[in-house]
């Protein structure tokens, strides 16, 4: 990344994030205001069939990739050990 | 308005190769200028005249031969999808977003990719990788943004319209700075499937355009329910717009601004009949330090994926400062020791702030504001990360609350030499989204 210092922009975040913090102490919710996320009533959906892969969506996945080998994605080069 | 070229098109008095062919000129000759397009496509002409093929045997689509660019964050199969950013740099998309396919399945033709804010992170149009946006209104301040590269092709002419992605503000941001109309569908009405998702929880796909008709169009187009996207529903809307009541609620901005726009809202109640009211809404002076916290942890979650495995490159290592910012911060506020202080605490004021705009809708049928607080500022113009923040502060509400959103142009403020465009800006109850847009329709008539 160019000229980008990670600890100046870390502390900035971190800096912002706290006021922004300190000012939503002052909201109270109150007992009634339960959180509530999922306000949808059927759980289960059905899967049907799903939809049939196109012929060549492989090979432009294949394309996008930094690094494989025929048909396999190479995801891990062993510089960790 | 569109509706006019379409049936030039329909009586056979212009070609759809025509359109595109005009538009694909107007870019190469003009974009240098303005940077709103990253990469055209190719097949553009040779689509076109598919589309003539269809016209001629009377089964063409409602949209057929109209031109449209795609913000660089919704998947187009086979073109360039890059967010704007060094980490996906010569990413081809190997799938169509649902909303591009609806608008395919009307037979519109994808001209290209618009510029943007990089990864959706920024209200100017300055984040990109590829270089800023210039507002085609005035060149030498800020577009707006995210979406900066879809409302200056709109506002420069490249396109009959374009899409855009809205989190806090994307798209009725950009909108106000350029002149526009620009629309934030109820969270829920348009699927994200084939979005790079910024915040998933706020994200949502809508149209820029140049007119509130043409705008109604598109989203009826691409609205509805898809499985692909579990949020997406069909709303069910009971709202008519014959006595309307509007509420103004108290929140800051330029006062040049928003004499503005108290002006135009008095001016359409005359005119219509309609009541205009002060609101209170507790809480809306939060929604700037609500917005940030949920956008940091999930900017952070959503970036995940891009660790160059798969494609592209590793995002710590290849982004621009404001993604690095919200990750990085993302990745602080959401470990285990800080639970409870940060991103819950936006959670809960999220909360609030969404039940004071559903009780606020049970007295007011709409809600109007500016859409911006504060005229765009100049390229080059040293601005603070809370000021910049603070162009979203009028924005953020309509995501927190999760309903849908309008920009309409209202009018222009002096500034030198420039005469910059004010957007103003219109809520609705969750799910009233054509009611929003026919009370649109009465603003825009008085500008």
């Known amino acids: ?81 | 308005m569109l509706s006019d070229k379409l049936k030039r098109i329909k009586d056979k008095k212009l070609s759809a190769e025509e359109n595109i062919k005009y538009f694909l000129d107007k870019i190469k000759k003009e974009n240098p200028k303005i940077n709103a397009i990253l990469h055209i496509n190719e097949n553009a002409i040779e689509q076109a005249k598919e589309i003539d093929k269809k016209i001629k045997l009377g089964k063409a689509g409602k949209l057929a031969g109209l031109g449209v660019i795609v913000k660089s964050n919704i998947n187009v199969k086979d073109l360039i999808c890059n967010c704007a950013s060094k980490t996906l740099e010569n990413y081809k998309a190997t799938y169509s977003a649902t909303v591009i396919n609806r608008l395919l399945s009307q037979d519109a033709i994808i001209l290209g990719m618009a510029n943007m804010d990089e990864f959706a992170c920024g209200g100017s149009g300055e984040n990109s990788a590829f270089g800023v946006t210039k507002n085609p209104k005035c060149l030498d301040r800020i577009p707006g943004g995210s979406s900066s590269g879809s409302a200056a092709s709109v506002a420069a002419g490249f396109c009959d319209f374009a899409l855009g992605s809205d989190t806090g503000g994307s798209i009725r941001n950009p909108a106000s700075h350029c002149g526009l109309v620009g629309f934030k569908p109820s969270y829920g009405a348009v699927s994200r499937y084939g979005l790079v998702d910024m915040s998933m929880s706020l994200d949502q796909i809508g149209p820029l355009t140049n007119s509130v008709k043409d705008c109604e169009m598109v989203f009826n187009t691409i609205k509805g329910k898809d499985e692909k996207d579990g949020v997406t529903r069909n709303f069910k809307e009971n709202k008519d717009s014959k006595k309307i009541i509007i509420g103004i609620p108290k929140i800051g901005a330029e006062k040049e601004i928003w004499d503005l726009i108290l002006n135009r809202v008095d001016e359409v109640c005359k005119k219509q009949g309609w009541k205009k009211e002060d609101i209170k809404l507790e809480h809306i002076d939060l929604g700037i330090q609500t917005y940030y916290p949920i956008v940091y942890v999930e900017v952070f979650s959503g970036t995940r994926k891009f660790d160059g495995r798969k494609y592209g490159l590793p995002i710590e290592d290849s982004c621009g400062e404001e993604v690095l910012r919200r990750i990085l911060g993302g990745k602080e506020i959401s470990k285990a020791e800080h639970a409870g202080k940060y991103y819950r605490s936006a959670l809960k004021a999220k909360e609030i702030i969404k039940k004071e705009f559903e009780n606020a809708f049970k007295k007011v049928d709409v809600i109007i504001m500016p859409t911006v607080p504060r005229t765009p500022h100049k390229f080059k113009e040293q601005i603070s990360l809370e000021d910049m923040y603070n162009y979203d502060t009028l924005t953020v509400l309509a995501n927190l609350a999760e309903i849908p959103a309008i920009s309409v142009p209202c009018s222009e403020v002096k500034e030198g030499n420039d005469n910059i465009p004010v957007g103003l800006q219109i809520f609705a109850a969750l799910g009233n989204d054509d009611f929003l847009l026919d009370v649109a329709k009465e603003f825009e008539k008085a500008n």
């Open chain 1, 1 to 81: 990344m160019a000229n980008v210092d990670k600890i100046k922009v870390e502390k900035q975040a971190k800096e912002i994030l706290d006021k922004f913090a300190q000012a939503l102490k002052k909201v109270e919710m109150g007992k009634e205001d339960i959180l509530n996320y999922v306000d949808r009533k059927e759980f289960e959906r059905p899967e049907n069939k799903g939809e049939s892969c196109e012929k060549d969506f492989k090979k432009r996945i294949l394309k996008n990739a930094p690094s494989h080998d025929e048909d396999f994605i190479i995801a891990e080069t062993g510089s960790w050990k």
